[in-house]
C-alpha cells in the first residue's frame, strides 16, 4: 500500500514563526502536492512538485513556499505564519497526473496560529 | 474556468436506505471527475473516477456515479447505507489547458449514518 506521511499532526504556532511542514511518501510517486482544506471550501491547491527541484504554484501560494530535495519528500514552509493560515494541511502524491490518476493522501497537520 | 457545486453540504440517512450525494460542474470541455472520501481524521481515498469511457462508473464499497453531460451532474449513489459510510464526500473535476496536475473540489458533503 501506498504510504503519505505527514509528520505533524497537530502544530500550534505563533503569528510570525517559520513553519515546516514534512510530508514522506514510499511508492517513489513522481508527482507530490501541498492543499490546504478548510470547511466547506473544500481542499485548495498550495504548490505542487512533479520531479526533485521543480515546482509549480497553485491556485492559492502566497505566504507559502516548497521544497523537494528529494524524490520521497515534498516540505511545505510558511515563512512568517499568520493567523489566516490556521488550517488543515494536506499532503498528496501520485504516480500520474493527478486529473487521469489516483491521489493519494496524507492524514492530515492541523495547524493553528496564534 | 472549471466549477464543481456539491449540492447538499450535509446529508444523513438510515443504516439500510439509499444514498445519493449530488454534484454539478461547469467546464468548457470534457473533464475527468472523482468522488474522493474522507473519513475522520484520515486523509482522502478514491472512491471512483470518469475519465470519458462508461458514463456510469462502480467505484469500491459499493458506490457508483453516473456521468449525465446533458445535466452537467455527477452524482453518488449507494443502494444500502452501512455505518461505516460515515464520512465527508469530494466531488472532483479536472482542468483543460495543460493543468493536468490540477483539480477543483467541492466544498464536500458530510454524511450522516443513522442506525
Known amino acids: 500500500d501506498v504510504k503519505v506521511t505527514q509528520s505533524s499532526r497537530y502544530l500550534v504556532k505563533r503569528t510570525g514563526e517559520k513553519v515546516f511542514l514534512e510530508c514522506v511518501q514510499d511508492m517513489d510517486h513522481e508527482n507530490m502536492f501541498w492543499y490546504r482544506q478548510d470547511p466547506g471550501l473544500g481542499l485548495r491547491l498550495i504548490y505542487f512538485s512533479y520531479d526533485v527541484k521543480m515546482k509549480e504554484k497553485g491556485d492559492i501560494p502566497e505566504g507559502y513556499s516548497v521544497s523537494r530535495e528529494k524524490k520521497e519528500r515534498f516540505s511545505l514552509i510558511l515563512e512568517s505564519a499568520s493567523t489566516n493560515q490556521t488550517s488543515m494541511y494536506l499532503c498528496a502524491s501520485s504516480l500520474y497526473l493527478a486529473n487521469t490518476g489516483e491521489l493519494f493522501f496524507g492524514e492530515g497537520s492541523r495547524l493553528t496560529v496564534l | 474556468a472549471q466549477s464543481v457545486t456539491q449540492l447538499d453540504s450535509h446529508v444523513s440517512v438510515s443504516e439500510g436506505t439509499p444514498v445519493l450525494l449530488r454534484c454539478n460542474y461547469s467546464?468548457?470541455?470534457?473533464?475527468?471527475l472523482f468522488w474522493y472520501v474522507q473519513h475522520p481524521n484520515k486523509g482522502l481515498q478514491l472512491l471512483l473516477k470518469?475519465?470519458?469511457?462508461?458514463?456510469l462508473v462502480k467505484g469500491i464499497n459499493g458506490f457508483e456515479a453516473e456521468f449525465k453531460k446533458s445535466e452537467t451532474s455527477f452524482h453518488l449513489t449507494k443502494p444500502s447505507a452501512h455505518m461505516s459510510d460515515a464520512a465527508e464526500y469530494f466531488c472532483?473535476?479536472?482542468?483543460?489547458?495543460?493543468?493536468?496536475?490540477?483539480?477543483?473540489f467541492g466544498g464536500g458533503t458530510r454524511v450522516l449514518v443513522k442506525p
Open positions: 467546464s468548457s470541455y470534457s473533464p475527468s
Open positions: 472532483v473535476v479536472s482542468r483543460s489547458g495543460g493543468a493536468g496536475n490540477k483539480l477543483t
Open positions: 470518469y475519465t470519458s469511457a462508461a458514463t
